[in-house]
């Protein structure tokens, strides 16, 4: 039986694997370029979204998904990362049960941070689209046509949505 999350994290790394490919073919001054606003460059950008991406499984599955340096990494090291990390979202939603579940961050100061794993989850998912967009934005300001990602397309992509004109 599928999770009800299951098409959006499908959407998530699909998306964030869109992104990661159209930006293979800028050169290295256009991934060093960024636009006020945004989180930073176009490769710091995408850094930091396919490596929060890895802490929040890091965190959510009390490290069963090992951490990454993604700050050393490469456009192809972080795609394959993200690829599998479509697997990793699957199993979390297959076995979350109860989103109101305690889930604790502790940090180097000894702070404790709570947050249900609801929040988490759903943190994941925003925090994707905001740096999915974000970059986009960092495309659009080179001249730079950035892809459709929104889940229309994704789901036209993948045929879940589909148009059927009357008979």
Do not use: K
Not at 16 to 32: G, K, R
Not at 116 to 134: E, F, N, V, Y
Request: glycine share 8%; net charge negative.
């Amino acid at each position: 039986m599928a999770h009800l999350l299951d098409d959006a994290f499908d959407h998530h790394v699909w998306a964030t694997l869109v992104v990661l490919d159209v930006c293979t073919e800028l050169t290295p001054e256009q991934l060093a370029s960024s636009v006020p606003g945004t989180y930073g460059s176009i490769l710091d950008t995408l850094r930091h979204l396919v490596g929060s991406d890895n802490w929040y499984l890091h965190v959510i599955t009390h490290g069963e998904v090992a951490e990454i340096d993604e700050d050393s990494m490469d456009l192809p090291q972080l795609r394959a990362a993200m690829e599998g990390f479509g697997p990793a979202w699957r199993s979390v939603l297959a076995s979350a049960g109860d989103g109101s579940a305690d889930t604790v961050v502790h940090q180097e100061d000894g702070t404790a941070y709570h947050a249900p794993l609801s929040i988490r989850i759903a943190q994941a998912l925003h925090h994707g689209t905001d740096h999915r967009s974000q970059i986009c934005t960092g495309l659009t300001a080179l001249g730079i046509e950035p892809p459709g990602i929104d889940l229309w397309a994704y789901g036209e992509l993948t045929g879940i949505v589909r148009e059927i004109p009357p008979a």
